[in-house]
């Protein structure tokens, strides 16, 4: 892992927890952040010292040999490390608080599946996206949860067998298919926080798959090729469908019209999926039915790397996912991303803590690079790769002119432990360098003087 240098202004504002401060700053502003190693992760790559200058929420200059503008407020990040505002990919931010007091993330219902749209519960309140934005982050890739969880650290109660069909079921749960089409938000402070919605149509396969179909895999993918045909179905006999004069289809028409984008190539299935043998059925039902996939989780990627490249299908996976926690696991290895990488699949790492400890992403980073991926592709994974399979990256996710300023100033490496955000920008808006964690600390580290109410003793 790369070393970098500490400043001397770097390690005092580290050592007394003081962030870099920015009051009065405006989003019209003209910023010009000067003295910088700029880790682009763009065509312009590493710029050992250079300038970044935004305005109006724009990025307008990036280069070696740039000056500020005339008029422009010009941060010296005295040597540090500037660097895309890293996502969050399948995370729970925004609509998960407390895993174990309920979720926006996932229903139960025999009408909705396909049709759950999580913009819809998204908080821009939520207490975890300042503790977020703190460890680097500026972009989340928010997904359904579907049948089984996906084992991300905040859905353990989510069970396949609450969604088997059984002797308490009327068949299977045909809804349950699909879990519902994710979101990517910015993590910026008031406001609106959706960037785009829509993003992506979740779907479990494997074991997760085989229990909303009655048990078997198989079974799992004949529901699917089923669903998908009564889509293309009801796109070609809407009126007569309206009319109570069509066939029954399965799925609710709520359902049929949010898979229409997913029929016509418009919306990619990310597949939730984690045995070798599963991935190649996901890649043979894409080729098939002629739909975009991206793979998430996949455990034991690496075994089939040459045919995801060749497919030209992205993976999401977690870096750290190392023991075999289930039969569907049992080659997952930490050289998993290096691996892919290396093959030329397109690799974006997800969040490795839940919601809760989504700000490790960058830990996450690291200990894939210690794994064997390249320092180069870890940046990409955690940055324009998430943006580019999502939709996103003609505005943020690399740091270039006409993108989004969503940047960080680091005192180092962002992927050594020890380095710390001085200054986040989201949409070119100085971000509170707080949480509900910082201030908690700060209230009482120090109980000298008039103590809180909550101290005082009749």
Not at 58 to 87: L, S, T, Y
Not at 142 to 161: C, F, H, K, M, Q
Not at 185 to 190: A, F, K, P, R, T
Request: aromatic content about 6%.
């Amino acid at each position: 892992m790369r070393k970098v240098l500490f400043s001397a202004c770097a390690i005092a504002a580290l050592a007394f927890g003081a962030p870099l401060a920015f009051g009065g700053m405006a989003k019209a502003d003209t910023v010009a952040i000067t003295n910088a190693r700029i880790l682009t992760a763009g065509p312009a790559g590493e710029i050992a010292s250079g300038t970044v200058v935004f305005k109006d929420g724009k990025i307008i200059a990036i280069g070696a040999n740039i000056a500020a503008p005339a008029g422009a407020k010009v941060i010296d990040a005295h040597g540090g490390v500037v660097a895309p505002g890293f996502f969050a990919t399948s995370s729970l931010l925004g609509a998960v608080e407390v895993g174990s007091l309920g979720n926006d993330l996932q229903v139960d219902s025999p009408d909705i599946g396909a049709a759950f749209d999580v913009q819809y519960g998204l908080n821009p309140e939520s207490g975890l996206l300042p503790v977020a934005r703190l460890g680097g982050l500026t972009s989340a890739v928010v997904l359904p949860i579907p049948a089984g969880g996906r084992g991300d650290g905040d859905d353990e109660d989510n069970n396949a067998s609450d969604y088997t069909a059984g002797p308490d079921h009327d068949g299977p749960k045909s809804h349950a298919l699909f879990a519902g089409q994710g979101a990517v938000i910015n993590l910026g402070s008031g406001g609106d926080i959706l960037t785009k919605a829509r993003v992506a149509m979740v779907a479990p396969f494997g074991q997760g798959g085989a229990a909303v179909a009655g048990g078997a895999r198989g079974a799992q993918i004949v529901a699917l090729k089923q669903a998908l045909a009564d889509v293309r179905d009801y796109m070609k006999n809407k009126a007569a469908y309206d009319r109570g004069a069509y066939r029954k289809l399965a799925l609710s028409r709520g359902d049929l019209e949010a898979l229409i984008p997913v029929v016509e190539g418009r919306m990619p299935i990310v597949a939730v999926v984690g045995r070798a043998s599963d991935i190649r059925q996901v890649l043979a039902l894409a080729r098939e039915e002629h739909v975009k996939v991206i793979l998430d989780g996949a455990q034991e990627a690496w075994m089939v790397a040459p045919e995801i490249a060749q497919a030209g299908v992205p993976v999401l996976l977690n870096p750290l996912d190392d023991r075999p926690e289930s039969y569907e696991e049992l080659a997952a290895t930490m050289d998993n991303a290096g691996r892919l990488a290396a093959a030329g699949v397109t690799v974006a790492l997800e969040s490795t803590g839940g919601s809760a400890r989504v700000r490790e992403t960058r830990y996450g980073a690291g200990n894939a690079v210690s794994h064997g991926m390249t320092y180069d592709a870890a940046l990409a994974a955690i940055t324009i790769n998430p943006a580019k399979i999502f939709g996103v990256a003609d505005r943020t996710g690399s740091l270039e002119p006409g993108k989004d300023a969503d940047l960080v100033i680091w005192t180092g490496d962002p992927f050594e432990p020890l380095s710390q955000a001085t200054a986040v920008f989201v949409h070119g808006q100085a971000q509170p360098m707080t949480s509900r964690q910082t201030e908690l600390r700060d209230r009482y580290k120090t109980l000298g003087g008039a103590l809180p109410s909550a101290y005082s003793h009749p």
